[in-house]
């Protein structure tokens, strides 16, 4: 079975600091690993996927991610903080015969001016 | 194009109301989903249908039902609702099994 674990419901940074936001996940096939991105009183947006070949996947809005399969992890990043990226963060792994998503319990970002 | 859509965007029903939630889109996605979101538990998925016609159990299908009698639509029903089913519920669509497009989300209110 596939799981997702998201290391911290909520996260805090400095505008300007490096946002560090973590995932794991449990899959027995070949995963697709994703990021979405949740603001206020909207519903989820696609911020970067890995589906096969490069392991570090750039995404919108200067978020990055590096899938590492032997750590069986899909960490987050993004070098410089910004107010808007203040949001909620849910990692997402569907398996490649599979339709359906399983998502993480999210993690909130603030930034702090 | 508008995407996907969702009405309402807000509801309050008393305990034993029905009410459909009614999700569309305009991308010619085959594929459809129904989420619940509840506060620490990231994204539920209640029923899905993977072409007009066809619906599947997710992992919380008790208390809803779903018809997806054209390709656009995807409709979710509460027959009785209970104060359980108090949650944001959210309409996606795909045309890969992967990558989601998601409504704006209904807020539902059980009292």
């Known amino acids: 079975a596939q799981s997702v674990t998201q290391l911290g419901s909520h996260v805090s940074v400095s505008e300007g600091a490096l946002v560090l936001l973590r995932c794991n996940y449990s899959?027995?096939?070949?995963?697709?690993l994703f990021w979405y991105v949740q603001y206020p009183n909207q519903g989820l947006q696609l911020l970067l996927k890995?589906?096969?070949?490069?392991?570090l996947v750039k995404g919108i809005n200067g978020f990055e991610a590096e899938f590492k399969k032997s750590e069986t992890s899909f960490h987050l990043t993004k070098p410089s903080a910004h107010m808007s990226d203040a949001a909620e963060y849910f990692c997402?792994?569907?398996?490649?015969?599979?339709?359906?998503?399983?998502f993480g319990a999210g993690t909130r970002l603030f930034v702090k001016a | 194009n508008a995407g996907v859509t969702q009405t309402p965007k807000f509801r309050v029903l008393k305990t034993g109301q029905s009410m459909t939630l009614l999700c569309a889109q305009d991308?010619?996605?085959?594929?459809m989903y129904w989420y619940r979101q509840d506060p620490g538990m990231g994204l539920r998925l209640i029923h899905y249908?993977?072409?007009?016609?066809?619906?599947a159990k997710g992992e919380v299908p008790d208390g809803y039902n779903v018809s997806r009698l054209k390709k656009q639509n995807f409709l979710l029903g509460l027959e009785s609702a209970a104060p359980s089913q108090t949650s944001v519920y959210f309409c996606?669509?795909?045309?890969?099994?992967?990558?989601?497009?998601f409504g704006p989300g209904t807020r539902l209110t059980v009292t």
């Open positions: 249908s993977v072409g007009e016609g066809t619906t």
């Open positions: 890995y589906t096969t070949g490069a392991t």
């Open positions: 996606a669509s795909s045309y890969e099994r992967a990558v989601q497009y």
């Open positions: 997402a792994v569907t398996h490649t015969g599979g339709f359906k998503t399983i």
């Open positions: 991308m010619n996605h085959e594929y």
């Open positions: 899959s027995s096939v070949p995963p697709y």
